[in-house]
């Protein structure tokens, strides 16, 4: 039961390029996405996030892109630096009291020096 | 900055134990989570707690596991009788509210042998 998906295990871009990094969902419900940032051995750092009611958000070299329409989200990261090299995780909620999250299986980013 | 603390950072225990995993939320955040990766899949929900109680739980968090706040200021989840496939890393977070983006804990490592 994927609601959350991320078909691309593992990204790898040079360092000073643009990274995209794409999610899908199934859930209509969904109305609220995320992006957290995990390195190994730490819990997931939150990046970004996104309403429903938002077509793109930008926060300094992230930008979330959001598509209702397709179900389909993208986070870009621009320009790409080699301590971005993380698992980005997506993730979904439905606006409510006690809203759970509901994630992807995650992105390996690798940026190159 | 406030960040959320777990303890302990890497737990082994045998099959058919009981374990305790705890966590100190941010103090003065009122939604608190359990998440739970196994090696190599994704992040998956447990149980969120708001207001003193269980507000939703997944098919995941059988009778087995139990959460508490015991003091107001520490949040636990117990594992009744361990099983191996209970082996995974496993972070708290927290949050103002679900909106607002959780803060997850550098989790524990469970491994039960």
């Given at each position: 039961?994927?609601?959350?998906?991320?078909?691309?295990?593992?990204?790898?871009?040079?360092?000073?390029?643009?990274?995209?990094?794409?999610?899908?969902?199934?859930?209509?419900?969904?109305?609220?996405?995320?992006?957290?940032?995990?390195y190994?051995?730490?819990?997931?750092?939150?990046?970004?996030?996104?309403?429903?009611?938002?077509?793109k958000?930008?926060?300094?070299?992230?930008?979330?892109?959001?598509?209702?329409?397709a179900?389909?989200?993208?986070?870009?990261?621009?320009?790409?630096?080699?301590?971005?090299?993380?698992?980005?995780?997506?993730a979904?909620?439905?606006?409510?009291?006690?809203?759970?999250?509901?994630?992807?299986?995650?992105?390996?980013?690798?940026?190159?020096? | 900055?406030?960040?959320v603390?777990?303890?302990?950072?890497?737990?082994?225990?045998?099959?058919?134990?009981?374990?305790i995993?705890?966590?100190?939320?941010?103090?003065?955040?009122?939604?608190?989570?359990?998440?739970?990766?196994?090696?190599?899949?994704?992040?998956?929900?447990?149980?969120?707690?708001y207001?003193?109680?269980?507000s939703?739980?997944s098919?995941?968090?059988?009778?087995?596991?139990?959460?508490?706040?015991?003091?107001?200021?520490?949040?636990?989840?117990?594992?009744?009788?361990?099983?191996?496939?209970?082996?995974?890393?496993?972070?708290?977070?927290?949050?103002?509210?679900?909106?607002?983006?959780?803060?997850?804990?550098?989790?524990?490592?469970?491994?039960?042998?």
């Amino acid at each position: 039961d994927q609601q959350v998906k991320q078909n691309s295990p593992s990204l790898s871009v040079q360092e000073g390029r643009i990274s995209i990094l794409n999610c899908d969902y199934t859930n209509s419900m969904f109305d609220y996405f995320l992006w957290y940032k995990k390195y190994p051995a730490e819990g997931p750092t939150f990046l970004i996030s996104i309403s429903s009611i938002k077509d793109k958000n930008e926060d300094g070299r992230f930008t979330v892109f959001l598509n209702k329409s397709a179900k389909h989200l993208s986070l870009h990261i621009v320009p790409s630096q080699p301590g971005d090299s993380a698992v980005y995780f997506c993730a979904a909620s439905e606006t409510g009291a006690n809203s759970k999250l509901t994630f992807g299986k995650g992105i390996t980013l690798s940026v190159r020096p | 900055e406030p960040e959320v603390t777990q303890t302990p950072s890497h737990q082994v225990t045998q099959m058919g134990q009981e374990v305790i995993l705890r966590c100190v939320p941010i103090s003065n955040h009122l939604y608190f989570y359990w998440y739970r990766q196994i090696l190599g899949q994704k992040v998956e929900f447990l149980v969120s707690f708001y207001n003193n109680e269980i507000s939703e739980k997944s098919e995941i968090f059988d009778d087995q596991f139990s959460v508490e706040r015991p003091d107001g200021s520490n949040f636990t989840l117990k594992i009744r009788s361990t099983k191996l496939e209970d082996s995974a890393m496993y972070f708290c977070a927290s949050s103002e509210a679900p909106s607002y983006g959780y803060t997850f804990g550098s989790g524990t490592r469970l491994t039960v042998v």
